[in-house]
């Protein structure tokens, strides 16, 4: 995904573009869908800032069952990118996520592919579990205690007893 800033006017854009999992080497999760990326690029004479929106859908193994649940990508960020002709302020070298860049000021293209990239994975959540109410899995419609075999104790630890008879008192 390259957007050429140089024949730009200065002012508001608008850009969406499609890309697979492929293209972005994610190639170890299922896309059901190819991932729409919409930009609302505003410019100014030094400086580009990109509003992006991600969408998409793709298959995840649930951590608590380990069956595939479909996953909602709906994900928001924003990158800024300033132009500059101090080649001390540049570092090309910057390999870390980063929301505000800094490139020299002959650049004619600014490729997102790497941002898309980290942007996609970020938006994976830590715990992979469908959503859950009343203690079932709204994707399995599984008791979430019965796939994970909580067990529960009626009986009260004897530190916990006299804290408890103080509380009712």
């Known amino acids: 995904m ?30 059901l869908n190819d991932i729409k990326v919409t ?6 004479h030094n400086q580009v800032v990109l509003k992006i ?32 002709y101090d080649k001390n302020e540049i570092d090309e070298e910057d390999d870390e996520l980063n929301d505000f860049k800094v490139i020299p000021a002959d650049v ?22 469908p959503e859950v109410e009343d203690d079932i899995c709204l994707f399995c419609r599984k008791n979430i205690n019965d796939i994970l075999k909580v067990k529960k104790s009626e009986e009260i630890n004897p530190v916990w007893e006299k804290l408890l008879k103080n509380k009712k008192n």
């Open 2 to 31: 390259i957007i050429n800033i140089s024949n730009l006017k200065e002012g508001q854009h608008s850009f969406v573009f499609t890309v697979t999992g492929k293209e972005l080497e994610l190639t170890e999760f299922v896309f």
């Open 39 to 44: 930009i609302d690029l505003y410019k100014t």
């Open 53 to 84: 929106h991600l969408d998409s859908v793709v298959k995840l193994p649930c951590d608590r069952c380990l069956e595939d649940f479909e996953f909602i990508i709906d994900s928001d960020f924003e990158l800024i990118y300033k132009s500059s």
């Open 108 to 129: 004619h293209n600014i490729s997102l592919n790497k941002e898309i990239r980290d942007y996609v994975l970020l938006s994976f959540p830590l715990k992979r579990t």
